[in-house]
């Protein structure tokens, strides 16, 4: 049974930094692309990064390249979104992802989500 629980979030002030984490069960990372989505509220669903299921790709939007980072943990079945220089906009419920296959062009899964707050 595929489950992705996020922890992580938080309160934090403009400018701080938060890591969140996805613990995956139920299937191994290595085969899968993973991604981490959020939604601000009164707000559509907005992506903000990708890895593939080798590693090797990660993919960001303007929006947060520079200050996002995706990573993963293959002994622990964790990816992690590394963030800094946090904005009032990044305020949103974050929700990790699995894909399919290797690459990030679809989405079978899909974490609770985990509240990050952007607040002075």
């Known amino acids: 049974q595929v489950q992705l629980v996020e922890s992580g979030g938080g309160l934090v002030q403009p400018g701080s930094s938060l890591r969140l984490s996805c613990a995956a069960s139920g299937f191994t990372l290595s085969n899968h692309a993973m991604s981490w989505v959020r939604q601000a509220p009164g707000e559509g669903l907005e992506w903000v990064s990708d890895?593939?299921?080798?590693?090797?790709?990660?993919y960001y939007p303007d929006s947060v390249k520079g200050r996002f980072t995706i990573s993963r943990d293959i002994a622990k079945n964790t990816v992690y979104l590394q963030m800094i220089n946090l904005k009032p906009e990044d305020t949103a419920v974050y929700y990790c992802?699995?894909?399919?296959?290797?690459?990030?062009?679809?989405?079978?899964?899909w974490g609770q989500g985990t509240q990050v707050t952007v607040s002075s």
């Open positions: 992802t699995k894909g399919p296959g290797n690459w990030p062009n679809a989405v079978d899964y």
């Open positions: 890895i593939s299921g080798d590693g090797i790709s990660t």
